[in-house]
């Protein structure tokens, strides 16, 4: 079956330190992925976007990888801060779909001062 | 500024009640988007608009059904509300990929 997958169980970082949070998919031909960032009672904020042919894309201390090889994104938050801790949810858009979205069901991070 | 607006913010009904959310966006965005979200789960589809008089069916749409009479508002009916349907709702806007979403329904069905 087609799916999305990011773990499901809380990750916790030290502050300063990276993190850095997995999306897998599968049976997808995705044209792009994006990252999102949802807060406690309020609907998902759009973080990066980054397409099949792209391998990196930065934003401030943000950095998404994708690697259609692997089926695989990752992202990156450099020098972590308490205000970073929130839920990210990975959203894949599939060839020809018409904006759709499939959604992961995101990973709580909580980084600790 | 724009944003994307959605009513009631929280709402309890019993079964077999109709029930409409209201989603109202000022982006003039072509593209809006419902979803449920219910914990262990993403984001799941219900119904989706490409513009006025367009509607289309998402992964879950079942007992949902939407319409789209100008370009800014896309209200979300449960015809017969059932306690499956209880969820956080979600309607969001795009122009092109990046998606904007509202605050979200709290809906809980008894």
């Known amino acids: 079956s087609q799916k999305i997958e990011q773990n499901s169980e809380a990750l916790n970082i030290q502050e300063g330190k990276t993190a850095t949070l997995t999306c897998n998919y599968t049976?997808?031909?995705?044209?792009?992925l994006q990252w999102y960032r949802q807060d406690p009672g309020r609907g998902p904020v759009f973080l990066l976007l980054?397409?099949?042919n792209e391998k990196e894309k930065r934003k401030e201390r943000l950095k998404v990888t994708f690697d259609t090889t692997l089926k695989q994104s990752l992202f990156h938050i450099t020098a972590s801060q308490p205000a970073d801790s929130a839920t990210y949810l990975c959203?894949?858009?599939?060839?020809?779909?018409?904006?759709?979205?499939?959604w992961g069901a995101g990973t709580k991070l909580i980084i600790k001062p | 500024d724009a944003e994307i607006t959605q009513s009631p913010r929280h709402k309890i009904t019993e079964t077999g009640r109709q029930v409409t959310l209201a989603c109202h966006q000022t982006?003039?965005?072509?593209?809006m988007f419902w979803y449920r979200q219910d914990l262990g789960h993403g984001l799941r589809l219900i119904h989706y608009?490409?513009?006025?008089?367009?509607?289309n069916k998402g992964e879950v749409s079942d007992g949902y059904s939407v319409s789209r009479s100008n370009t800014e508002d896309l209200p979300l009916t449960l015809e017969s509300a059932a306690s499956s349907q209880t969820s956080v709702y979600f309607c969001a806007s795009s122009d092109l990929y990046e998606q904007y979403f509202g605050p979200g329904t709290r809906l809980t069905v008894t």
């Open positions: 980054i397409r099949e």
């Open positions: 049976n997808y031909s995705p044209a792009y």
């Open positions: 608009s490409y513009g006025v008089q367009d509607t």
């Open positions: 959203a894949l858009d599939v060839k020809d779909s018409n904006y759709q979205l499939i």
């Open positions: 982006w003039n965005h072509n593209n």
